[in-house]
């Protein structure tokens, strides 16, 4: 089952998942997959999946209908592939080696309740551009910019299904108005420290489909660390069974 470089990672509940150092997950993963809040009835795309670290996330309690996992990297698909063969879940999670703006009579238009994506940080250009090509499309908006994963989200939805993503503070205001440009409109948003005495390093934002304008809900800042360097209580709670520095 494992390729060479790769290995398993718990996930809790007896989940694992294949990762190997081209694809892995992050604490941002997490708490992407915990601010969505799928429920049993959803219908669910994760986009730019990766490994599959959040649609087998989601398997783990309380399961949503249906999940597609889309990662242009065939790699990465195979991997996910792999593990919801390993984890029995092949009749829950689709794994789709596709583009995700060229989706278009691969995945159906306007079924979903959820999609999620944790989409590149970095403008085009912008920063120390990654060496490797997995690690520039994941880092960098080098062939999906953030429009293009709200546009498809957007195409994704069903009315009033919702868009789950996670960013940096930089990029809030490009993501509120490309959400109101493709019909998806802001609805809860969080920010996230790493301790209570940093600057935000990332926003969690939630937008609905076809929504009425107003009433964003700003939830309480999550503070990931406390100033000794553990996890706050909050971040424990996410964490729940995950093994002790997953994904870190």
């Given at each position: 089952m494992?390729?060479?470089?790769?290995?398993?990672?718990?996930?809790?509940?007896g989940i694992e998942i294949i990762v190997s150092d081209e694809?892995?997950?992050t604490t941002d993963t997490i708490l992407l997959a915990d601010f969505a809040c799928h429920r049993?009835?959803?219908?669910?795309?994760?986009?730019?999946t990766g490994c599959g670290t959040i649609p087998l996330l989601m398997a783990r309690h309380n399961p949503p209908k249906e999940i597609f996992g889309v990662e242009i990297f065939e790699e990465g698909a195979d991997m996910l592939r792999r593990s919801t063969e390993h984890n029995s879940l092949a009749q829950l999670?689709?794994?789709?080696?596709?583009?995700?703006?060229?989706?278009?009579g691969v995945v159906p238009f306007g079924a979903f309740d959820l999609v999620t994506c944790n989409p590149p940080y970095k403008l085009s250009g912008g920063g120390v551009q990654s060496?490797?090509?997995?690690?520039?499309?994941?880092?960098?908006?080098?062939?999906?910019?953030?429009?293009?994963v709200i546009s498809t989200g957007s195409k994704l939805l069903q009315f009033s299904g919702r868009l789950c993503?996670?960013?940096?503070?930089?990029?809030?205001?490009?993501?509120?108005?490309?959400?109101r440009k493709y019909d998806v409109e802001p609805k809860r948003l969080r920010l996230v420290q790493g301790k209570s005495s940093k600057a935000p390093k990332l926003f969690l934002l939630e937008g609905k489909r076809g929504s009425?304008?107003?009433?964003l809900v700003v939830m309480p800042t999550l503070i990931v660390e406390n100033e000794d360097g553990g996890f706050t209580r909050e971040m424990t709670d996410i964490y729940g069974s995950y093994r002790d520095g997953a994904g870190s």
């Amino acid at each position: 089952m494992l390729k060479t470089g790769e290995r398993l990672e718990p996930l809790g509940n007896g989940i694992e998942i294949i990762v190997s150092d081209e694809f892995h997950f992050t604490t941002d993963t997490i708490l992407l997959a915990d601010f969505a809040c799928h429920r049993r009835s959803d219908r669910v795309v994760d986009l730019g999946t990766g490994c599959g670290t959040i649609p087998l996330l989601m398997a783990r309690h309380n399961p949503p209908k249906e999940i597609f996992g889309v990662e242009i990297f065939e790699e990465g698909a195979d991997m996910l592939r792999r593990s919801t063969e390993h984890n029995s879940l092949a009749q829950l999670i689709t794994p789709v080696a596709a583009d995700m703006r060229q989706l278009k009579g691969v995945v159906p238009f306007g079924a979903f309740d959820l999609v999620t994506c944790n989409p590149p940080y970095k403008l085009s250009g912008g920063g120390v551009q990654s060496r490797e090509e997995h690690e520039l499309f994941a880092r960098h908006e080098h062939t999906c910019t953030l429009e293009d994963v709200i546009s498809t989200g957007s195409k994704l939805l069903q009315f009033s299904g919702r868009l789950c993503i996670c960013q940096r503070p930089e990029r809030l205001t490009d993501a509120m108005e490309l959400m109101r440009k493709y019909d998806v409109e802001p609805k809860r948003l969080r920010l996230v420290q790493g301790k209570s005495s940093k600057a935000p390093k990332l926003f969690l934002l939630e937008g609905k489909r076809g929504s009425k304008q107003g009433n964003l809900v700003v939830m309480p800042t999550l503070i990931v660390e406390n100033e000794d360097g553990g996890f706050t209580r909050e971040m424990t709670d996410i964490y729940g069974s995950y093994r002790d520095g997953a994904g870190s």
